[in-house]
């Protein structure tokens, strides 16, 4: 396995010639939109640059700002399995003032081609059209504050990043609105769209049994308006009998430490995902964790008969010694192991450490 050695020697990049034009992944929804209509300038055109799991969806959105010229083809995108690529397909008449484009409320996914400059836009395919929605669940804590509300038409639920299995790896409380237009159905799933389309209607709404029963935990597909709070429509798509634990061991990017007494206090890392081989698919999210005097500093052995790593010699002074109290100077893989009750780290294992931290 490729990272199981702790300390790496930089790896040397030689780039002989002139730099190939990027390909990138990219979306164009209502948020992109807004921005190139506020630009008000024909060639301005706003995407939002997606970062990807191993299974095509969509964890992270960056809005870019690009530059659409007469020389940009925009078209239809076709996948070619044998060249595993996207090529052009039907040229889409009217550019990107199309209303394949311009239509609130559809999200394009779309592969863009950017000239030498990173800016300039050589070609758009669009590779997927499918309308703004988001995963969550509907759990215990997202009844508490509903019923809390005491409202009709204000409804929580917890917006969720998934994993490239479709487990849950943050749980985010939104307060949305439901009107007596919102759409709430059992889902089903297209296989050759790759969408959820509504099935058979749940009688009684967000207010039914399966909305408002303890214990349960519904995971959901939630399509939102244009003002990100009303909900057009709630599709179901799983019913689970409780909640599953969050997993107690992960690997993570260490990126700082707060301040801390008697050993105790935050820090804070950026989730990965992992492939069978090692390489880093998948990046979430920064985020906090509790260490305390307990909490074991290691560097790590991974043991290659078992597929695990194993602690192996204690790192001296923990946060504060030479290894790791300059996280923002080099990038320190980690392998972080919870206490059993989810509230703190019980083991802190340095896997890699890079010789420059990501910017």
């Known amino acids: 396995m490729f990272y199981k050695s702790v300390l790496f020697t930089p790896l040397l990049l030689v780039v002989a010639g002139i730099a190939a034009a990027e390909e990138l992944d990219a979306v164009i929804n209502d948020g992109a939109r807004g921005f190139t209509k506020q630009a008000n300038s024909p060639d301005k055109f706003f995407y939002g640059r997606v970062t990807l799991d191993s299974q095509g969806n969509i964890v992270h959105t960056f809005i870019k700002e ?39 409320g559809k999200v394009l996914r779309v ?20 309308e703004e929605g988001l995963d969550a669940v ?8 509903t019923k809390q509300a005491n409202s009709p038409d204000k409804f929580f639920y917890g917006r969720v990043t998934l994993d490239s299995q479709g487990n849950i790896v943050h749980t985010f409380i939104k307060e949305g609105k439901v009107t007596r237009q919102t759409e709430i159905a059992m889902g089903k799933f297209n296989e050759r769209k790759k969408q ?78 992992r492939d069978r081989s090692g390489k880093v698919i998948n990046k979430f999210g920064l985020q906090t964790g509790l260490v305390t005097a307990d909490t074991k500093y290691v560097m790590g052995k991974y043991n290659e008969a078992e597929k695990k790593w194993e602690a192996g010699d204690e790192i001296a002074n923990g946060l504060d010694g030479d290894l790791l109290k300059d996280p923002g100077a080099k990038t320190i893989y980690v392998h972080i192991t919870l206490r059993d009750d989810r509230r703190g780290i019980a083991q802190f294992l340095v896997t890699q450490i890079g010789e420059q931290a990501e910017k």
């Open 138 to 145: 509907i759990n215990d804590g997202t009844r508490g504050f």
């Open 111 to 130: 592969r863009i081609t950017l000239a030498d400059d990173k800016t300039t836009i050589k070609r758009i395919l669009v590779t997927k059209t499918e």
């Open 66 to 104: 690009g530059k659409v010229t007469r020389q940009t083809k925009i078209a239809m995108g076709k996948f070619n399995e044998r060249k595993k690529q996207w090529l052009p397909g039907e040229a889409i008449e009217g550019g990107v003032g199309a209303d394949l484009f311009t239509e609130t």
């Open 196 to 273: 959820w389309l509504p099935g058979e209607p749940i009688e009684g709404g967000v207010g039914a049994d399966l909305f408002t029963e303890t214990g349960k935990v519904l995971r959901v597909r939630i399509t939102l308006a244009d003002d990100k709070t009303t909900i057009k429509r709630i599709l179901v798509t799983k019913t689970e009998e409780k909640a599953a634990a969050p997993a107690r061991e992960f690997d993570a990017i260490y990126k700082n430490k707060g301040l801390r007494t008697n050993g105790r206090g935050p820090i804070s890392f950026v989730r990965i995902e």
